[in-house]
């Protein structure tokens, strides 16, 4: 099990509530999604069609507050394949789920097809999967753990196209250039590529 950064954030009704005004409201920085051959990204600020099975579970529940010891024993629990699987429901669910992903000890895996959601989702509705990825990212590295090289790759290529599109909110590139530099340092992506015009003057 891993230690990620120790933050709460608050309830799954204002995570949603949140993420709606923001994309509501920067809506007219948005680029056109790229289009993949990926499965779709999931929505993480609409209200899924029906009543999650997860969110009935007593772990992923308490997870839904998203205090990081819960997060850790679900992390635990699912591992980052049962991870992907909430985050591919959505909604909260989806964002507990993206929470505990850098507690998986196997949580390269998911770098790739965080990055291919990541490429396909609105810029608004991106920072909590570059959240994730930055977390993932900053966790100590073990001889023993496998690493994705081409996940990672995959993943700094739709970092890449996020963070040169200078139209996009500081908040959204920001993120997303810290995630870069955290995986040129694996290898994924060349620094030289990483955009500079948000570093300090």
């Known amino acids: 099990m891993r230690a990620a950064s120790q933050r709460r954030i608050g309830p799954p009704t204002t995570a949603l509530l949140v993420l709606h005004l923001w994309a509501g409201g920067l809506a007219g920085c948005r680029d056109k999604p790229v289009a993949t051959d990926a499965a779709p990204a999931p929505s993480f600020f609409a209200q899924p069609a029906k009543e ?48 505990a992903l850098p507690f998986a000890d196997d949580a390269d895996v998911a770098f790739q097809r965080l990055g291919e959601i990541a490429r396909q989702l609105d810029p608004v509705a991106v920072p909590p999967v570059l959240e994730a990825i930055v ?19 995959s993943c700094g290529e739709a970092l890449l196209a996020l963070a ?38």
């Open 52 to 99: 999650s099975e997860r969110a009935k579970d007593d772990l992923w529940r308490r997870a839904l507050e998203r205090d990081p010891l819960d997060l850790a024993r679900l992390a635990d629990r699912e591992g980052a394949g049962g991870l992907l699987e909430g985050v591919e429901e959505g909604g909260t669910v989806g964002l507990a789920a993206l929470a």
């Open 164 to 201: 040169d599109q200078k139209s996009l909110p500081k908040n959204v590139r920001a993120p997303a250039i810290s995630a870069l530099r955290l995986l040129a340092e694996r290898g994924a992506v060349a620094l030289a590529a990483i955009p500079t015009d948000l570093d300090p003057k």
């Open 135 to 153: 977390d993932m990212a900053s966790r100590p590295r073990r001889q023993t753990e496998p690493l994705d090289a081409p996940g990672l790759r």
